[in-house]
């Protein structure tokens, strides 16, 4: 359950960041990262916040009236799509950082 708590703020502050600076999606990437059990769900939930990134900015961009320019901006959409995945994945290699528990 904490962990949960934890993760929620963390990705709050993370979006909060990424609203001015695309750093907040690699913060992000290294929150989800950290408190995931796995590597397999490290990468995984890296990259779900990566996506969950991208489909906030299509709703800002929905908001302003703009995403039927965007659908048909060509390269621009496929690199506004891979910066949040890309980077979100890379934060979440954090994983690797935390300390091997051993049961000796």
Do not use: C, N
């Not at 962990?3 to 750093?23: E, K, N, Q």
């Not at 659908?71 to 506004?80: A, C, D, I, N, R």
């Amino acid at each position: 359950m904490r962990r949960a708590a934890v993760g929620t703020v963390g990705v709050v502050a993370a979006f909060a960041l990424a609203w001015v600076h695309w750093v907040g999606l690699l913060v992000g990437g290294i929150v989800v990262g950290v408190l995931a059990p796995s590597w397999s769900r490290a990468l995984a939930t890296g990259v779900g916040f990566g996506l969950l990134a991208w489909l906030g900015f299509l709703v800002v961009l929905a908001d302003a009236g703009r995403l039927a320019a965007y659908w048909g901006s060509g390269q621009l959409l496929y690199v506004s799509f891979a910066i949040p995945v890309v980077l979100g994945l890379v934060g979440s290699l954090a994983y690797g950082l935390k300390p091997i528990e051993r049961a000796d």
